[in-house]
């Protein structure tokens, strides 16, 4: 059974820092791009960064400079440090596994996890 399972949110003061984790139970992980995304309540998903298998990342402006997407093909793990919290990065951040098969998109989504920056 595919499982993505994120640990690593919480409470944070601005300008504080957390790293979140992502376990994913997939097969050939290190096949797949993986990416986190957050949610806030009334807004639309949105792509924090992404890893893909070659290790190429992106950012969203926002967090450009201040979170650092990476992954460790061994531990079947994605991680986002994130550094310089800001309030309005307070969100449910989810953790994303993408692949294609031949041309059929495949995703994976974990549960989500709370990040609240306040003082």
């Known amino acids: 059974q595919v499982q993505l399972v994120e640990s690593g949110g919480g409470l944070v003061q601005p300008g504080g820092s957390l790293r979140l984790s992502c376990l994913a139970s997939?097969?050939?992980?290190?096949?797949?791009?993986m990416a986190w995304y957050r949610q806030t309540p009334g807004k639309q998903r949105e792509l924090v960064a992404l890893?893909?298998?070659?290790?190429?990342?992106d950012y969203a402006d926002s967090v450009k400079g201040r979170f650092t997407i990476s992954r460790d093909n061994a531990k079947n793990t994605a991680y986002l440090q994130m550094f310089s919290l800001r309030p309005e990065d307070t969100a449910v951040y989810y953790c994303?596994?993408?692949?294609?098969?031949?041309?059929?998109?495949?995703?994976?989504w974990g549960q989500g996890t709370q990040v609240t920056v306040s003082s």
């Open positions: 994303n596994a993408h692949r294609l098969v031949f041309t059929t998109p495949v995703d994976f």
């Open positions: 890893i893909t298998r070659d290790g190429n990342t």
């Open positions: 997939v097969p050939a992980f290190s096949y797949y791009t």
